[in-house]
């Protein structure tokens, strides 16, 4: 009888250990794909808002040691300045300056005195990038 | 041996599982993918649209037209003859024939004759006796003097009467000298008559200053002293030669003596007689002007031009009665206090002219607002001068500028910004102008240049392009 009964429970045995395994194995793989489709869902879409943002410095000077810089967000997205830099040094982050698609500001910062020409970089909340000269008026 | 085949089964099912799995995240990561690159290349699409969009500034306009009208009229030389409409008369002064004279020669005798020639024409004719007539030349008048000698003496005369003359001669040219208009003769003279203390008689004395040319042409003039008893007289003879410059050269001055003895009586009759020339001068007179008269007037007009003008033009309308009126038109230059000439014009009678002339530069030409303008009237005769315009026209910077902006790509345009920017100023100015195709919009901005500068004109567009230009606030020079 025990030697009838083995083959079954040997039988059995075998069957959950193989469907224990494979749902073991099944359940990871689901898992692991589940997180890269939302990694790449969400670089997808940041790459897409990254495209969509667009801004241009309308015209930018200097003046009574402040840096003026008008600023229009010509894309689809809200554009919002993350960081300044005046000739390679960053003179302003985490700037709370935001604009709706369509809309134009003045963006007025604090700069040394005696600055008369010179680089501005800013740098966008998703990382692009806008390059203008400066030059002193004398108003 | 059948377990075994159900576990491989039950394996077959969840590896067909796992990779139907694998395969479905595969297609749908590349589904993203190709979403991203589509996104990308709208993107692309977008931004080369935009890359054509082309404004282009066509024209800009700062300036307006004023015709100015003098505040003030005055006429500071001739007069106003009426008011509406202003007419000028001149005033008019005669200026005389002027002439210069120069000496052809002048002969003093102090060192002799001096190239005089003495020729005896008829000598007295008494027999038995002394009567000559004879050259002198010695102790005269003012030193020494050329003349002739009367010298009579006879023994017994009861009444003689007897007639002499003798005359010196002189050639002179004029040596194709031009413009001589006047030709005047001057010689000085003395007679002197002494009787003997027995002796009386009448003796008259005729002397002549005489010109006369190579053909004839013959002027003189004549005095005539007439002694009874020891008499002297002296003068001098002054004759106008004009007449014989018609005639040919060289030309003769003849200074003739004649000598008329009327009753010479005595016992012996004893006479001396000696008429004497000194200072003979012929001189020529040389026309300088012909005399003439001068008509002068002149007429001031002060405008109050704006203080934001850039340029100006004199705008001269009228007419004058009279040709060859030379007017010159002025205006006062105040950085160096003195009237400048800026144009010239001759009239022609009766026909209307039109003088347009810029003034310029005109901050040369005006100060706190003032401009004044004179126009000197020249003319040998009588005019007069009627105004009909007497303005300046004025181009001046306005408050406003008028951009027009040419949309030149096939796109539709939306302009949003303009700025204005100079060294000293920048000024945006918001806008929502949609240009279509081709098509021109004119934008006009509250902005007030200054005369002069030059200004960055920038446009920005809806899809942030950035076009520039220059514009020049012009003042005339």
Redesign the interface.
Known sequence: MSAGVS??I???L??V???TA??G??LW??QQ?ET??FL??RD?FE??MA??E???V??A?I?DSRLYV?L?N?GEVNFCVLDVFFNGSLIANDVEFCLPP?E?DLLVLPLGAGAKYGRVKIVTGRFNEIEVEVAR??? | MRSRGQATAIGAVFFVLIVALLLSYLLWAMEQVRDLELEILKRERERVRAQREKLIVTGYEYTAFRVVEPSEVSVPLGSKESLRPLSVVPICLKVSKEVAEKPVFVDDFEEGANGWKYTLIKDFTCYLAECRLLSYWGRGIDGSSIGVAARITIPFSKSYNDQAAAMWSKSFSLRNVSNVNALIVNASYKVTSSFGSRSSGTIIWTLRLITISSDGITTSTTVRHTHRGNEENSGTLVLNATKILKGREPYKVVLRVDIEVRGLKGMPAVYRGLALFDNVAVIMQKLVSQGYSVCRAALEAEYEVPKNAVSGFARITGVFNQSMVLSKVLAFDYSSNVWREITSFVSVREEEFNIITPVAPLEKYTREGKLKVMIVMNSFTPFKLTISDLEINCTQVTDKINVTITNACLEYVKLVSVWIVNSSYVERFDVSEVIAPGEEATVSLDFAPSSGSSYLLRLVTSDGNIFDDYIFIGSEE
Do not use: D, H, T
Request: net charge positive; proline share 2%.
């Open positions: 083959p079954v040997a039988a059995l075998l069957v250990i193989v469907v494979f749902a194995v099944y793989v689901l794909l890269y489709r790449l869902k997808i790459s897409k495209l969509a667009s801004g241009v309308e015209f000077w003046s008008y229009r010509v369509g134009g008026i004398e108003e």
